[in-house]
C-alpha cells in the first residue's frame, strides 16, 4: 500500500466530528480575566508600534487568532502593516479572507508567494504529493512555499507581531509574549496566554470575519495537502500533518532560536 492510499482522512477517523456546525457556537466563552488579556493585548501592540516605528509587522495565516490581531490593530488604528502567505496550497476559503480583510478595514494586505521557478522544481522531482512521503521533504516544501517566502516579509524590518498561542500544542506550551530573536529581530506573540473560548469570544463579540473552514472542525488551518478537520478528544493541532510524528509537527515558521524577553517567557 502507497504512503498516499494509507493516510486516513478525517471521515475515517474513529469518533469523527459531524461535517460543519458552529465555531462561534461552540468555542466562544467570556471566562475570568478576559478583559485583563485583551487590555494587555493591546497595551503591547500599541508599544510595539512604538518601539518599531514603520518597521513592523503582522504575519497573518488566516485563522482565526490573527483575524483576531487584525481586527486590533485596525480599530487601534495602528502603524503595522499586515502581510500573508499565499503558498499556492491554500484553501479557498481561506484565500477569500484577504479581499474580506480589506473591504472591511481598508488594509492592504501585503501577499508572499513562494519562487515560481522552486515550486516547479520541486513538483517535477518529488510530486505534487511529496510531502506525504517523508518529514525531510514535507519541510523541503514548507520551506519552499512558506519560509522562504516570510524571509522576504521581514527582510529589513525590525519586528513581527504572531497569533501563536501556549494552548495550541504542547511544542508551543512556553511562548513568550515578546522574545528576541538570534537575528535581532523581536518577535511578538499578544495572544500568547489567551485562551480558544478567548479567540471566539472576541470573535463573537465584534463579529470578526473568520475563516468558514473553523465550522467544519478545523481549528488549525494550513495549506490543504496538509490539514483535515479533528475528532472530538483530539488535540488542537491534530489536523496538521497528521501523518507525522507529534514532534514533527512544525513548518519552521516558528522555529527560530530565540531569547525571551525578561518575565514574559514564562509559561502561563
Not at 66 to 94: C, E, N, R, S
Not at 119 to 130: I, L, W
Not at 206 to 219: A, S, T
Amino acid at each position: 500500500m502507497s504512503a498516499i492510499s494509507s493516510l486516513p482522512t478525517s471521515s475515517a477517523l474513529p469518533g469523527a466530528a459531524p461535517a460543519a456546525s458552529s465555531a462561534i457556537a461552540l468555542y466562544a466563552r467570556h471566562t475570568e480575566g478576559y478583559e485583563e488579556r485583551v487590555q494587555a493585548t493591546i497595551d503591547q501592540l500599541r508599544q510595539a508600534a512604538i518601539d518599531h516605528p514603520g518597521s513592523i509587522v503582522q504575519a497573518t495565516s488566516l485563522g482565526a487568532e490573527d483575524m483576531v490581531l487584525t481586527d486590533l490593530i485596525a480599530k487601534l488604528g495602528l502603524p503595522i502593516a499586515v502581510g500573508t502567505l499565499q503558498t499556492g496550497k491554500l484553501h479557498a476559503q481561506t484565500v477569500a479572507l484577504i479581499p474580506q480583510i480589506e473591504s472591511r478595514y481598508g488594509l492592504q494586505v501585503e501577499v508572499y508567494s513562494p519562487r515560481e521557478e522552486a515550486v516547479v522544481h520541486f513538483v517535477r522531482r518529488h510530486g505534487e504529493k511529496a510531502m506525504y512521503e517523508s518529514i525531510d521533504l514535507r519541510k523541503n516544501c514548507c520551506q519552499i512555499r512558506k519560509l522562504e517566502p516570510l524571509s522576504r516579509m521581514l527582510d529589513s524590518r525590525e519586528a513581527w507581531v504572531t497569533g501563536l498561542r501556549r494552548e495550541q500544542s504542547a511544542n508551543r506550551g512556553a511562548v513568550p509574549l515578546r522574545e528576541t530573536e538570534a537575528n535581532g529581530r523581536v518577535k511578538y506573540n499578544p495572544l500568547a496566554d489567551w485562551t480558544w473560548n478567548d479567540i471566539w469570544h472576541y470573535i463573537a463579540t465584534h463579529n470578526v470575519p473568520y475563516n468558514e473552514l473553523h465550522d467544519q472542525f478545523m481549528p488549525s488551518i494550513g495549506c490543504e495537502p496538509c490539514t483535515r478537520a479533528i475528532a472530538v478528544g483530539e488535540e488542537f493541532r491534530a489536523g496538521r500533518w497528521w501523518w507525522e510524528d507529534e514532534k514533527a509537527k512544525e513548518c519552521g515558521l516558528h522555529a527560530v532560536q530565540a531569547t525571551p524577553s525578561r518575565d514574559e517567557a514564562v509559561a502561563a
